[in-house]
């Protein structure tokens, strides 16, 4: 596959001239992965065989990447069929595509988009005008895509870089940090995606991030962040990691419980039935505290005096081709298992 970020421009052309002309036949390729060879299909086949990106197998195209629509932009990521540990993820309504929907006005400020994947959040802060975002992730394969999609859509694409957070430095901190972090809870030696897995109670990066914050973020900096938190029933682990980072300073922390409710924690470890011993996984997270899990979508922003608010949400589900939503635990966990199965 390449996914080398230049002259893109014919390619983003015919991708939004088959979505806007034949939008059942984008889905069709895109979101099913494959679709019968027909005319409409004649420029964009070629752009993506070109680069590896499609292949003509008999009658039918076969498409290596999906392609997602935010905006007027297009993202590609991994197709599900490839199981590589180091998947770029499909964009979420309940994640991804929520904290890009929102993401606040960035203008003229600095974003630094952290474990950036397919880079769409890179792209969401660049379309709320800001001047710079600097991306970051581990994975080459992401890195990759980010620049990829940067460039498809005719945003700078120089600022990505192959660096994991305990080791990257800035120059100067920046305004608004984004995250939507590797958050699934899986006990060591379980073989899982990079962009998913989280360590045993799914908080290793969201610590990490809470700890080098005080480095990355101006003092009257933002973050943005989406995550799984464990927690108790009514307050969750990271809301009291990020409760602590603010300590004195006037911030406001505004938390939203993606899904409505949490999910109580023996029901978020079933999907690793057969992976774990989930009585003792479950003991261990008790003797934490940990009782449920929360889908959260979280902003810490300066504030003139510190405030604490709660609400709930319900993520809206999107119907652009190609985007693949949970908007129920019972989705999130039927994708966890999706993910354990493509891991092993
Ligand atoms: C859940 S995905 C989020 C991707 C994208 N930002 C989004 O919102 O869809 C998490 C990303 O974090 C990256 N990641 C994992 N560990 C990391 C680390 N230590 N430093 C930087 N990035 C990391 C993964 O490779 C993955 O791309």
Not at 2 to 17: E, F, Q, S, V
Not at 123 to 135: D, W
Request: net charge negative; with cysteine.
């Amino acid at each position: 596959m390449d996914l080398t970020a230049t002259g893109l421009a014919p390619l983003h052309t015919a991708l939004r001239r088959l979505y806007d002309e034949d939008y059942a036949l984008f889905h069709r390729l895109f979101a099913g992965g494959r679709a019968p060879l027909q005319p409409a299909l004649d420029t964009v086949a070629g752009l993506l065989a070109e680069r590896g990106l499609a292949e003509r197998d008999g009658g039918e195209l076969r498409a290596a990447v999906r392609f997602h629509r935010l905006g007027d932009d297009l993202l590609a990521t991994d197709h599900p069929g490839y199981t590589g540990r180091d998947r770029v993820l499909y964009l979420s309504d309940n994640e991804s595509l929520l904290l890009a929907r929102n993401l606040p006005d960035c203008t003229g400020r600095r974003v630094l988009d952290v474990g950036a994947g397919s880079g769409v959040q890179a792209v969401a802060a660049r379309r709320r005008g800001a001047a710079a975002v600097t991306s970051i992730d581990i994975s080459p394969r992401a890195v990759a895509m980010t620049r990829f999609n940067l460039a498809l859509n005719g945003l700078p694409a120089d600022d990505v870089h192959l660096v994991g957070l305990a080791d990257f430095t800035a120059a100067a901190p920046f305004d608004i940090v984004v995250n939507n972090p590797p958050f699934v809870p899986v006990p060591p030696g379980t073989p899982f995606m990079t962009s998913g897995a989280g360590g045993l109670d799914g908080l290793d990066f969201v610590r990490l991030l809470v700890d080098r914050l005080p480095d990355l973020l101006h003092e009257r900096g933002e973050l943005h962040l989406t995550t799984l938190s464990p927690g108790g029933r009514h307050v969750s682990e990271v809301e009291l990691l990020l409760l602590g980072l603010a300590g004195d300073r006037p911030y406001r922390l505004r938390v939203r419980e993606v899904f409505g409710r949490p999910c109580p924690i023996a029901e978020s470890l079933a999907p690793f039935k057969g992976h774990a011993d989930l009585d003792a996984w479950q003991a261990e997270l008790a003797e934490r505290g940990y009782t449920h899990m929360h889908n959260l979508l979280i902003a810490l922003t300066p504030a003139a005096a510190p405030a604490f608010e709660r609400s709930v949400l319900t993520p809206a589900v999107e119907l652009h081709p190609g985007n693949k939503g949970s908007t129920t635990w019972d989705g999130l966990h039927a994708e966890i298992r999706l993910a354990l199965e493509s891991a092993r």
